[in-house]
């Protein structure tokens, strides 16, 4: 006698689907928020000491002062705002949802561009900025590798079977559910 797992229950199956896009959104979309603590920066809670950037940078120190904040500026709306919308999207809103695989990609290169130039002028130590470029680049590579697996699905007779999938009904459709 075989037992029915709760996973292959359609219903259940979907409202996990939907609560971890809700949960997974809303964790990309406070990442893109705490982007905010490099500028404008924020308290420590420290007396006198705040989160933030000095404006003190390696890569661009060639430029005039304005650029470099102009284009520090435009990466971090970069990053705030591609990690925001892929965020949105993961959770499940209709317009967002088609475009977060792209979203969270420009967020995570907008992100891994500002920390590299912000870096040596991040307060109070830049060390304690340091899991930011790391969550970046694993997000940056996970959106690269679902891109490519896309691109190149494994053969037909390689992919496991449907659990899902009624007697008769062809893959990849919504019969029986």
């Given at each position: 006698m075989s037992r029915t797992r709760l996973r292959d229950i359609p219903a259940v199956a979907d409202a996990g689907r939907r609560l971890a896009g809700a949960v997974g959104g809303s964790v990309l979309l406070c990442y893109g928020l705490v982007h905010l603590l490099v500028w404008p920066g924020a308290p420590t809670?420290?007396?006198?000491?705040?989160?933030?950037?000095?404006?003190?940078?390696?890569?661009?120190?060639?430029?005039?002062?304005?650029?470099?904040?102009?284009?520090?500026?435009?990466?971090?709306?970069?990053?705030?705002?591609g990690h925001a919308?892929?965020?949105?999207?993961?959770?499940?809103?209709?317009?967002a949802r088609r475009y977060r695989l792209a979203a969270t990609g420009t967020g995570a290169a907008g992100s891994l561009a500002l920390f590299a130039v912000a870096w040596p002028?991040?307060?109070?130590?830049?060390?304690?900025?340091?899991?930011?470029?790391?969550?970046?680049?694993?997000?940056?590579?996970?959106?690269?590798?679902?891109?490519?697996a896309r691109r190149h699905p494994p053969p037909a007779e390689i992919r496991p079977a449907e659990r899902n999938s009624r007697a008769g009904a062809q893959p990849g459709s919504r019969a029986g559910v």
């Open positions: 809670g420290t007396p006198d000491e705040r989160y933030g950037w000095t404006g003190e940078t390696q890569l661009l120190g060639w430029l005039p002062g304005w650029a470099v904040w102009a284009v520090s500026g435009v990466l971090l709306a970069a990053a705030v705002l919308v892929g965020g949105v999207g993961l959770a499940g809103l209709p317009v002028g991040l307060e109070p130590t830049p060390t304690e900025f340091s899991a930011g470029p790391i969550v970046s680049g694993l997000l940056l590579a996970s959106v690269v590798a679902t891109a490519w």
